[in-house]
């Protein structure tokens, strides 16, 4: 009998332990204003990527109540400078540690320039279903006002969150929640300065209190054709932003230069000059991709509206912002120069 009360009590305490332990999670650090530090509180000049990972997790010292917390340092740059040795590195790492049985989840702290940029990358090319989020703040760790703290937070309490699991990646800035295939930066110097235009945030985080409202129902993560372990470049594809009387000049540039593919950011519906319509409708006879979206900020490219796509053998991107589109078109390069294929993408993710 007293053997048998034993048995039951070392079963009772190691379920006990399992429901206490704390998620693992790992944040994974590349600079930005997040990591930035200037020499006043009350001025606006800052140096970002000055504060390494372990001084930002030092600085919110309750994120361990939540989590085990591990940190490491992939950069430390403003995200002006955030290139594709850096992605590759990024994205192959965060795939690398949620394989393991043991880790739970990732934050990435990126500075907010090119955030939208990264997160759809990382959204597109990691093979996990585990939370992947990425978080990032609008003033300096020095700053009187300094929003990073409470975003990073907010970051570990979407990370450890159930409801999280399977929603992609995504990026939490200003208690809100955001898809990363729907967020971009609408402002440049405002704490609320992300934005998910065409579809809203999927969810909110106050004080840590985790609320989702909605999720983005286009492919992502573990459920596209796109495998980081796989890819180590990234095909040269530039973007030419339309504007009244046009020109053909960079659209030139970019075909001398050894483009594989051309997001037009153009007028409307994406609609070119007649001038520089003309030299794209080359470029593609010169195996050239070219992808229209427009510079409008929101709404979606349709195919077949002012411009005959079929005739100049043009794609159209969907809803996506040209920094998103020029994304897809480099992994949609790296699978395939079909042009059907590649519309195909553009409406799959």
Known sequence: MTKLLRTVALFAFIGTSVLLA??????????????????SAIKSEYSAGSVTIDKLIAAVPSIKKMANIKGEQISNIGSQEMNFKVWLKLAKRVNELLKKDDI???????????????????????????????????????????????????????AVNKDTYKKGVVVVMNDEIHSAREVTKVNTSMVNAFASPNTGRIGTVYYGDVHYYMTSTRKNTFDTEFDIEKINFLPRVDIVYGHAGGNDVFVKASVKAGAKGIIYAGMGNGNPYP??????????????????????????????????????????????????????????LTKTHDKKELQDMYFKY
């Open 104 to 158: 739970d989840g990732v934050i990435i702290t990126h500075g907010t320039d090119t955030m939208e940029a990264t997160s759809y990358f990382l959204d597109l090319t990691v093979k996990s279903k585990k939370p992947i989020v990425v978080v990032g703040a609008m003033r300096s760790g020095s700053s009187m006002s300094a929003d990073g703290p409470m975003n990073l937070f907010n970051a570990v309490s979407v």
């Open 275 to 332: 001038t520089t319509q003309d030299e794209l409708a080359q470029a593609v006879k010169e195996n050239v991709v070219v992808a229209r979206t427009s510079r409008v900020g929101s709404g979606r490219t349709n195919l077949h509206g002012e411009v005959d796509d079929q005739k100049y053998g043009f794609i159209v991107t969907d809803n996506l912002n040209a920094q998103k589109a020029r994304i897809l078109l480099m992994l949609g």
């Open 22 to 39: 704390k998620p693992n999670i790992v944040i994974l650090a590349t600079g930005g204003t997040i990591a930035g530090a200037g020499d």
